[in-house]
């Protein structure tokens, strides 16, 4: 495996105020109204945990996990659903989380899947990272966290090859050149 090192990008404490900041706008939103998050494993699992906790409507917690890049570093376009919902969600209010949203064609496909399936009452997305200049379809995301340009991120649920996603801060990836 190629040598590698982990620079911070993204602090706890600017994670925690871009929680503070996007859980204000859906309480905002969800006054008064039951919530399902639907969350998309694994890279969501603990944006949405910590999300989840800051919100005052009643929410049920679900997830979903996409394949949709097979061996690949790029999706291949070919989504398909490995782990399914298991709550009902007809006429429910409906948040998709996810952790990053780049090409958005996975993201795509999954919310009218969603909307065709189980028809549900409103459908949004809440994203904690949107990496917009990567976009090769265009999805709705109403509640962002931050966006970010470029570089290959993990920490907070993000991973490398399964690794890091419990760091507590984003890192990015910086790859060491071998001679």
Not at 56 to 78: A, H, I, K, M, W
Not at 92 to 107: H, P, S
Not at 131 to 138: F, P
Request: hydrophobic letters at 35%; one cysteine or more; charged letters at 30%.
């Amino acid at each position: 495996m190629r040598k590698y090192r982990l620079v911070e990008c993204v602090s706890k404490e600017k994670l925690e105020r871009c929680l503070d900041e996007l859980s204000s706008r859906i309480n905002r939103d969800y006054e008064g109204k039951d919530l399902v998050l639907i969350g998309i494993l694994k890279g969501a699992f603990i944006f949405m945990a910590d999300l989840a906790r800051r919100l005052s409507s009643p929410v049920t917690l679900d997830f979903v996990r996409l394949s949709s890049y097979g061996d690949q570093t790029e999706t291949c376009g070919n989504v398909r659903i490995t782990k399914d919902i298991e709550i009902p969600v007809k006429g429910c209010n409906v948040l998709v989380v996810e952790d990053i949203v780049d090409t958005g064609i996975t993201l795509n496909w999954y919310l009218e899947h969603l909307r065709r399936t189980y028809c549900p009452e409103s459908l949004r997305v809440c994203a904690l990272i949107d990496k917009h200049e990567r976009r090769q379809v265009d999805v709705p995301l109403d509640y962002v966290g931050m966006r970010m340009e470029s570089g290959f991120i993990v920490g907070y649920g993000l991973d490398f090859s399964e690794n890091h996603r419990n760091l507590p801060a984003i890192h990015e990836v910086v790859f060491e050149d071998t001679e």
